[in-house]
């Protein structure tokens, strides 16, 4: 059992939280009013049937990788956004989000975590930034296509570049497609994204690197679940992941 403020002031410095210039606020997004956290509920996605199904584990806190209040979007609590903030307010369920604060941290963030899953060796961060490198031993690129499927529990869209194995990898989580630039410059041999553009094809092809889009959704399941298990291990707390599909 941990207090809810002190909790929130734990994870902004374990993730550096105020450190990021972000499309979204990073930390404690709605209090719905319950002070004590016995039992942690952590899910990729602040949804309604996210929401309903942490009513149902009896959660007293939501932690998600995406939240609410993004750059840009209106600010009425009207709408969708209305009746999910309106769920968590009767279920009394308060909702901790971190973005890119996740995605980047060094140990437990979405892009380690992918990593790990993946079996990459030498996982580390490109120039100090949100796109990770690591190695591979010689991999032909249908062969790891195959393996993240398994591993992803979805096959992930592949637009190979020939049929050299892969040795170099680069990797960012979510809606990175744009991403490919860099790895490409780097010198990798493929990269992975969650998402992937119309545009994404033709670069891969002109810049003669591997790519693979993996699903945002199925690429940032990891890091909160980390997180999660981090946060239950430290403050003696009930934690459960629950994963409401989706093909995106």
Known sequence: MIDIFELERYCNDLLAADGFEDYCPNGLQLDAGRREVRRLVTGVTASQALIEAAGQAGADLLLVHHGYFWRGEPAPLTGVKGRRVRALMTAGISLLAYHLPLD????LGNNRSLGDVLGIRQARALDQ????????AEEPPAALAGRMAGLLGRAPLLIAAGDRPIRRIGWCTG?????????????????????VSESTTHLA???????????????????VQALGRHLAEKFDLDHQFIDIDNPV
């Open 104 to 107: 980047a941290h060094p140990q």
């Open 175 to 195: 809606a990175a497609q744009g991403a490919i630039v860099e790895a490409a410059a780097a010198g990798l041999d493929a990269f992975i994204s969650g998402e």
């Open 205 to 223: 092809r002109e810049l003669g690197i591997h790519y693979f889009s993996a699903g945002h959704h199925a690429t940032e399941r990891f890091g």
């Open 129 to 136: 930034g949100l796109v990770w490198q690591g190695e591979l």
